[in-house]
């Protein structure tokens, strides 16, 4: 029997979405689990063969139908070597071969690739950039990451890593970054920055609308208090914005895209967030490159990276 699904695994440090498709793109099956992050790559794999399992027997397809998996996780893939150099959110993963050994765990061809670069692809062909070739996809959440389209294909820079975005330095002498820089964007403008610069506000004896203690303050509650019209909160989502826009705007001098898509926990803040950001990559950008920009929220959510695999699974070519 022909063999006609493709297979896409979103690895992500909570959870692990799996989605079996056919060679049009429509989704058969899909199947989400808790990722069993803290007990290393082989607990991993045997669940993302249970997975595959999972969504065949859903769809009531055949194994042999599957003709190739795709798998987009947050981290460094080396796509010259083929490796996964390291994944931020997932301990044990430092160069490893995760292509090599998935596919002699499933039978079949795997890709794997950058969470953000799947993402940016998903959203380029089925979300908020369709009909645009020339993208960037920013994701603000724990951290800021990008994934970069650059004539309708992921744009990936020498070995893989490009589309770095939240390691720009908008801050010179700034807080430390996880990555060991000073003053990153991740370090001012990440979900993880806003709700850090609450706490210390309300550790410095600071009043933030409905947030009664430092210690439990979320990004949310800080997006809840700039709603109901907080001061304190409104500033702090302004100065984030304010250096996210920096950050943007630099990428849109860099590389003159037809549209920015935001993505990630920080579009919650819904127009809090994205009129002043699209004001502040005009303010900050040459005016010919800004002057036909357009900023949008990201429309496919959580399924955008698994979108953008079975994509690039059924484009034949990466």
Known sequence: ????????????????????????????ADHRCSTFADEGPEAILCQIKNALNQVLDKAGVDRDRLLKAGVC????????????VHSPNIPGWNHFPLEEKLSSWLDVPVWVEN????????????????????????TVSTGIGAGLICRGKIYRGSLG???????????????TCGCGGRGCLETVASGTAIARKAR?????????????????????????????????????????????GMGLANAVNLLNPQIIVVGGGVVKAGKALLEPLE???RKNAVPALAKD????KAALGSASGVKGMIHLLRQGER
């Open 115 to 138: 969470d953000a670069n799947a993402a940016a692809l998903g959203e380029t062909y089925e979300g908020a950039a369709k009909g645009k070739t020339e993208v960037v996809y920013v």
């Open 1 to 28: 029997m022909k063999k006609e699904v493709y297979a896409g695994f979103d690895i992500g440090g909570t959870k692990i979405l799996t989605v079996l498709a056919d060679q049009q793109g429509q989704w058969l």
């Open 200 to 244: 210390q506000a309300i550790e410095s004896g600071q009043f933030i609308k409905g947030i009664g203690s430092a210690e439990a303050l979320t990004t949310e509650d800080v997006f809840e208090a700039v709603q109901t019209g907080d001061k304190v909160a409104q500033t702090i989502l302004r100065e984030a914005i304010q250096y996210l």
């Open 293 to 296: 920009l357009v900023l949008k």
């Open 73 to 84: 996780i947050a981290g460094y893939f080396d796509a010259t070597h083929r490796l996964l």
């Open 161 to 175: 890593f490009a589309g770095e975005i939240g390691h720009m330095k908008v801050k010179p002498g700034g807080a």
């Open 279 to 281: 004001k502040e990559i």
